[in-house]
């Protein structure tokens, strides 16, 4: 080769040394343009199988929510007390309403939490009619994440339905006080009624709404309940540990529905129109 260019002018010369530069260039460009690709296609075929797994969780997700919520559904039709169509047809009408609203408010977050007070406001709106002085809610802002929130909001649901017939929002003078605080890791919360019918004129006998949110509060959210009539009107006082255990724990738990009327002892997590 070099004797070969030795016989060639030197203007040849410099013509093929530049051109053996631009392919060498070049050859190098196509070289890094290879790695690219390849770096590129494992690249997508990284992400695709990200997706894929992204989209297997999300399916099971969905199949895990799906199975709860139609045994919340399918408790609600069964245990809601049939005698009176129109009256059957109405609570569970509410309930499900119930599901729908904090089931939206989830959606609305991307399925990841909600505030409290965010979860109190959509429930109790459907019960003010306008009257917005009815419900009074102070606490400070917690974030609840969604394994929780249904539980909270179909307490604040049951509680407001049996002040709506026969508490405090049942009379136009009549109010709801729901307050919460924070310590520790629990949060405690009270609703408290005034205003509304005496202690005498609400039905005496407990009715299978009270056994519910009892229910809810120690099996789902791992707290304790108290409920009382005062002389000024209910007062219930509920706490319940915010700790990320809750998660865990909850997340095997279902919505314990039992035929009513089994021999005592059972457990009958059912629903009715009084508390």
């Known amino acids: 080769m070099t004797s070969l260019l030795l016989l060639l002018p030197l203007a040849t010369v410099a013509l093929l040394l530049a051109w053996n530069r631009a392919l060498k260039r070049e050859m190098a460009e196509v070289a890094r ?15 695709k199988e990200r997706g894929e797994q992204a989209r297997l969780l999300l399916a099971q997700e969905v199949d895990h929510r799906a199975k709860n919520l139609l045994g919340v559904v399918q408790g609600l039709v069964t245990l809601t007390p049939s005698d009176d169509p129109a009256c059957f ?15 939206c408010l989830l959606a609305d977050h991307g399925w990841g939490h909600a505030t409290l007070r965010r979860i109190a406001e959509r429930e109790l709106a459907a019960y003010l009619a306008g009257n917005d002085e009815a419900v009074t809610i102070e606490g400070p802002e917690v974030f609840l994440s969604a394994i929780v929130v249904q539980p909270v909001a179909m307490v604040l649901h049951e509680l407001a339905t049996n002040a709506l017939k026969y508490g405090a929002l049942s009379a136009a003078q009549g109010r709801v006080q729901l307050r919460w605080t924070l310590r520790e890791g629990w949060i405690a919360l009270d609703w408290v009624e005034c205003g509304g019918p005496p202690p005498c004129a609400v039905p005496g006998r407990h009715g299978i709404g009270s056994t519910l949110i009892d229910g809810i509060v120690r099996d789902q959210l791992m707290g304790q309940i108290d409920c009382r009539w005062e002389e000024t009107g209910l007062v219930c006082k509920i706490h319940f540990p915010l700790a990320n255990r809750l998660d865990s724990a909850a997340t095997e738990r279902q919505y314990a529905f039992e035929s009513p009327g089994k021999e005592a002892g059972s457990r009958a997590l059912a629903l009715t129109d009084r508390i």
Do not use: D, F
Not at 35 to 41: D, G, I, N, S, V
């Open 33 to 47: 343009q290879i790695k690219r690709t390849e770096a590129a296609a494992k690249e997508a075929a990284a992400s």
């Open 89 to 103: 047809k109405r609570s569970v009408t509410e309930r499900i309403q119930a599901l729908s609203r904090v089931h």
